[in-house]
């Protein structure tokens, strides 16, 4: 953090020394490396936001299954425990899709970064 004088006794910290243009600037870069990555992208945050209810809905239905084996109610204990088995099912094959999705974007980022740094390298005189 870069300081500058406000007063003469005050100084204030300037959270970035890069004027915003220039934070504008990289990040339309960065977002111009991923650019060909768009659909796997977009693919992995559609199913996070799919995923996203049924993360919820455990905590939930883990609740209603102690609350039923508590009063002693074990038919609802079971249809909850069986929710919950349902409802996780479904949460880890989203899961999956997500860190798959994600991962192979990255993947495939790192590569063209990669090659294009290798192309540099050659492309620079000895």
Same mark, same amino acid.
Request: with cysteine; charged share 15%.
């Given at each position: 953090?870069?300081?500058?004088?406000?007063?003469?006794?005050?100084?204030?910290?300037?959270?970035?020394? *890069?004027?915003?243009?220039? =934070? @504008?600037?990289?990040?339309?870069? %960065?977002?111009?490396? !991923? +650019?060909?990555?768009?659909?796997? /992208?977009?693919?992995?945050? *559609?199913?996070?936001?799919? =995923? @996203?209810?049924?993360?919820?809905? %455990?905590?939930?239905? !883990? +609740?209603?299954?102690?609350?039923? /084996?508590?009063?002693?109610?074990?038919?609802?204990?079971?249809?909850?425990?069986?929710?919950?088995?349902?409802?996780?099912?479904?949460?880890?094959?989203?899961?999956?899709?997500?860190?798959?999705?994600?991962?192979?974007?990255?993947?495939?980022?790192?590569?063209?970064?990669?090659?294009?740094?290798?192309?540099?390298?050659?492309?620079?005189?000895?």
């Amino acid at each position: 953090p870069i300081e500058k004088e406000v007063d003469s006794n005050i100084y204030v910290k300037n959270e970035s020394p *890069l004027p915003t243009t220039q =934070r @504008l600037h990289g990040t339309r870069r %960065i977002l111009s490396l !991923v +650019s060909s990555q768009k659909p796997y /992208l977009y693919s992995g945050c *559609l199913v996070l936001l799919i =995923r @996203l209810p049924f993360s919820l809905a %455990i905590p939930h239905f !883990v +609740s209603t299954a102690i609350s039923a /084996l508590s009063r002693g109610d074990f038919i609802t204990a079971q249809n909850e425990t069986l929710m919950i088995f349902l409802i996780g099912t479904i949460d880890a094959l989203l899961d999956f899709w997500c860190v798959y999705l994600f991962g192979l974007a990255n993947l495939r980022i790192i590569r063209g970064l990669r090659m294009d740094t290798f192309v540099a390298i050659l492309k620079q005189d000895v």
